[in-house]
């Protein structure tokens, strides 16, 4: 049998039932990607594709690896950059070429051509999808984290940079230099105020090496905050043969995705934008409430459905949420203790966005993996669910699933299942957390919540939060199932 062609843009109109639109002008690159994961070619790429349809404008996209995955980078590059997302949802599957991506670069090989870009006035948008761990900050201050080893590294080498603050910096004092004008920052990462998070992190960098540097960005850079929302599992060969059998040619690079994509952005682009709002974006003042809602109704159940899963043993969301127990308390946990804690607009139907959640989190046709989104717990939980806590005892209400869902994690850094399995604990700092994981449950409370990276000391000492964890871990010592049966019991 003759082996299928590989994607490229001269024969893209052989595929046109799998564009988003027969038309088509080529881009120059007019932003620059940090972070070329599943997630930002699910949606980001879609969102600026769509935009150009409609509205026109120069927004190629230039996506980056920091990790120097250089099999991606030529895997993309090998296809025009071009590659699809397939949309699996309960009617079905939807394969769509996406061709807002133009180059792709992986550091530290590439970082000559990285610099050229960032320094051309044509690319007024630098986004980012780079994960909590990516911005290298300090927890307790949010300026950047001097004993990050890459940022050690940055501050002596300021020409070799590899963290995003020290990208950032030195690009941003090439067009300072020049005198170019900035181009706009975009976190597009969950963090609560990731805008003015990154800024922080930028800032407090370039201050380390150049305070009128610092002072430039922290007057001149805006650093718009958004929520995204897009559940964008891991890449598996079902998604590899449906590209193939859809387009009959291969596809070294299809993302999977869910139907229901979101983007509330911040409306503060000096340099400009894609029309982004044509393709469905939200452009605000205030993303505040968009982002926190998400942060603490999506992710933090998300973040309790992994650790209770990977001990119970359910392998996917839609496995999980479809175990009835699990369900009832995950609609307690939003309705009781985390909708409570949100200030949104009287447009926003909290309640409605529940229900909605818990039919996204029943797409089994995606198969969200609980594994993938258990990893990085110490960069998760904080945002995740913590500040959730904190809001609920600060206003002297009960947290006993949030802190069900904490104890999880805590439980899950054992290393094994109820049944035994075991997994590996993927997370920055997996040797510090997974040093002394006690199995005394007082013991596993005191050894935790010493870790001043993770939960802040004033949370940690109080006994309004101890207690329902101690709690809680106990309970879970008798088996994740069983203690999902109670706590979806509670009134
Ligand atoms: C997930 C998120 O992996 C995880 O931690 O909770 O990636 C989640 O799928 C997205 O934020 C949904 O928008």
């Given at each position: 049998?003759?082996?299928?062609?590989?994607?490229?843009r001269?024969?893209l109109?052989?595929?046109?039932?799998?564009l988003l639109s027969p038309e088509w002008r080529e881009p120059?690159?007019?932003?620059?990607?940090?972070?070329?994961?599943?997630?930002?070619?699910?949606?980001?790429?879609?969102?600026?594709e769509?935009?150009m349809l409609?509205?026109?404008?120069?927004?190629?996209?230039?996506?980056?690896?920091?990790?120097?995955?250089?099999?991606?980078?030529?895997?993309?590059?090998?296809?025009?950059?071009?590659?699809?997302?397939?949309?699996?949802?309960?009617?079905?599957?939807?394969?769509?070429?996406?061709r807002a991506?133009?180059?792709?670069?992986?550091?530290?090989?590439?970082?000559?051509?990285?610099?050229?870009?960032?320094?051309?006035?044509?690319?007024?948008?630098?986004?980012?999808?780079?994960?909590?761990?990516?911005?290298?900050?300090?927890?307790?201050?949010?300026?950047?984290?001097?004993?990050?080893?890459?940022?050690?590294?940055?501050?002596?080498?300021?020409?070799?940079?590899?963290?995003?603050?020290?990208?950032?910096?030195?690009?941003?004092?090439?067009?300072?230099?020049?005198?170019?004008?900035?181009?706009?920052?975009?976190?597009?990462?969950?963090?609560?105020?990731?805008?003015?998070?990154?800024?922080?992190?930028?800032?407090?960098?370039?201050?380390?090496?150049?305070?009128?540097?610092?002072?430039?960005?922290?007057?001149?850079?805006?650093?718009?905050?958004?929520?995204?929302?897009?559940?964008?599992?891991?890449?598996?060969?079902?998604?590899?043969?449906?590209?193939?059998?859809?387009?009959?040619?291969?596809?070294?690079?299809?993302?999977?995705?869910?139907?229901?994509?979101?983007?509330?952005?911040?409306?503060?682009?000096?340099?400009?934008?894609?029309?982004?709002?044509?393709?469905?974006?939200?452009?605000?003042?205030?993303?505040?409430?968009?982002?926190?809602?998400?942060?603490?109704?999506?992710?933090?159940?998300?973040?309790?459905?992994?650790?209770?899963?990977?001990?119970?043993?359910?392998?996917?969301?839609?496995?999980?949420?479809?175990?009835?127990?699990?369900?009832?308390?995950?609609?307690?946990?939003?309705?009781?203790?985390?909708?409570?804690?949100?200030?949104?607009?009287?447009?926003?139907?909290?309640?409605?966005?529940?229900?909605?959640?818990?039919?996204?989190?029943?797409?089994?046709?995606?198969?969200?993996?609980?594994?993938?989104?258990?990893?990085?717990?110490?960069?998760?939980?904080?945002?995740?669910?913590?500040?959730?806590?904190?809001?609920?005892?600060?206003?002297?209400?009960?947290?006993?699933?949030?802190?069900?869902?904490?104890?999880?994690?805590?439980?899950?850094?054992?290393?094994?299942?109820?049944?035994?399995?075991?997994?590996?604990?993927?997370?920055?700092?997996?040797?510090?957390?997974?040093?002394?994981?006690?199995?005394?449950?007082?013991?596993?409370?005191?050894?935790?919540?010493?870790?001043?990276?993770?939960?802040?000391?004033?949370?940690?000492?109080?006994?309004?939060?101890?207690?329902?964890?101690?709690?809680?871990?106990?309970?879970?010592?008798?088996?994740?199932?069983?203690?999902?049966?109670?706590?979806?019991?509670?009134?």
């Amino acid at each position: 049998m003759n082996a299928k062609s590989t994607l490229c843009r001269e024969t893209l109109a052989s595929i046109e039932p799998h564009l988003l639109s027969p038309e088509w002008r080529e881009p120059r690159v007019g932003i620059v990607h940090l972070g070329i994961g599943n997630f930002h070619r699910a949606h980001e790429a879609v969102y600026t594709e769509e935009a150009m349809l409609a509205a026109g404008g120069d927004w190629g996209i230039c996506g980056v690896t920091l990790q120097g995955d250089v099999a991606k980078r030529d895997a993309l590059m090998a296809q025009d950059g071009l590659y699809s997302v397939i949309e699996r949802g309960p009617d079905g599957v939807r394969v769509t070429v996406v061709r807002a991506l133009k180059e792709v670069l992986a550091m530290p090989y590439d970082r000559t051509r990285l610099f050229a870009l960032l320094a051309d006035e044509n690319v007024r948008i630098v986004s980012l999808t780079v994960t909590e761990k990516g911005y290298c900050r300090d927890t307790k201050t949010g300026d950047v984290d001097r004993d990050h080893p890459g940022i050690a590294h940055d501050l002596t080498h300021p020409q070799e940079p590899s963290t995003v603050p020290g990208i950032l910096s030195a690009a941003l004092a090439l067009r300072r230099e020049a005198g170019t004008p900035p181009f706009t920052v975009l976190s597009c990462d969950n963090l609560s105020h990731n805008g003015a998070a990154l800024k922080q992190a930028v800032v407090s960098f370039a201050r380390a090496r150049d305070a009128a540097l610092a002072d430039w960005i922290d007057t001149q850079v805006a650093f718009p905050s958004t929520m995204v929302d897009r559940i964008v599992p891991s890449t598996t060969d079902a998604d590899r043969e449906a590209a193939s059998h859809a387009l009959n040619m291969e596809d070294a690079a299809p993302g999977p995705c869910e139907p229901f994509r979101q983007w509330v952005i911040e409306d503060r682009f000096p340099a400009g934008r894609p029309a982004w709002e044509k393709a469905g974006a939200q452009l605000v003042d205030d993303v505040m409430p968009f982002e926190i809602a998400k942060l603490r109704m999506l992710n933090g159940t998300h973040s309790t459905l992994a650790y209770l899963s990977m001990l119970a043993g359910f392998a996917t969301i839609d496995e999980a949420i479809a175990h009835a127990p699990l369900k009832k308390l995950i609609h307690a946990m939003m309705t009781q203790e985390i909708a409570p804690t949100l200030d949104v607009p009287p447009s926003f139907d909290v309640l409605a966005y529940r229900d909605a959640l818990l039919a996204r989190y029943a797409n089994a046709a995606l198969k969200h993996r609980t594994a993938q989104i258990a990893m990085d717990g110490s960069q998760k939980i904080p945002p995740r669910l913590l500040a959730t806590i904190e809001a609920r005892l600060n206003a002297g209400q009960s947290i006993e699933r949030l802190a069900l869902a904490v104890a999880a994690w805590l439980v899950f850094l054992r290393g094994h299942a109820d049944d035994g399995t075991r997994y590996e604990i993927s997370d920055p700092m997996a040797a510090r957390l997974t040093a002394n994981v006690p199995d005394e449950p007082e013991q596993l409370v005191e050894t935790m919540l010493a870790i001043k990276e993770v939960f802040p000391p004033e949370l940690a000492r109080r006994d309004d939060f101890r207690r329902p964890l101690h709690a809680a871990i106990v309970r879970l010592q008798g088996g994740a199932r069983a203690a999902i049966e109670h706590y979806a019991a509670l009134a």
